[in-house]
Nanobody, 115 residues
Framework: QVQLVESGGGLVQAGGSLRLSCAAS????????MGWYRQAPGKQRELVAS???????NYADSVKGRFTISRDNAKNTVYLQMNSLKPEDTAVYYC?????????WGQGTQVTVSS
């Protein structure tokens, strides 16, 4: 069982930056894949970025060049650095951990970008 707690969301103006953090219970170096998803009102949850235990990353086209995912295994924490934020980035952001067939989610953190 993995518990995930997100933090770092908030209100920011367009062009600004935020860094989200996801603290995991246990050792995340054992978790094959960790990532960030988001869900805007009326839309489906979508992948924003993911990172494997080996360091490989994957980003949604809409955030490439603006967002960076990283993980600190010593702190059992995954980060999402978000720069050049746009109003369309407004959503609830969820941390995710995938272990074989199991998928674990955090409670989500709201990110609101004003124009």
């Amino acid at each position: 069982q993995v518990q995930l707690v997100e933090s770092g969301g908030g209100l920011v103006q367009a062009g600004g930056s935020l860094r989200l953090s996801c603290a995991a219970s246990g050792n995340i170096f054992r978790i094959p894949s960790m990532g960030w998803y988001r869900q805007a009102p009326g839309k489906q949850r979508e992948l924003v970025a993911s990172m494997s235990s080996g360091g490989s990353t994957n980003y949604a086209d809409s955030v490439k060049g603006r967002f960076t995912i990283s993980r600190d295994n010593a702190k059992n924490t995954v980060y999402l650095q978000m720069n050049s934020l746009k109003p369309e980035d407004t959503a609830v952001y969820y941390c995710n951990a995938k272990i074989i067939t199991n998928s674990y989610w955090g409670q989500g953190t709201q990110v609101t970008v004003s124009s």
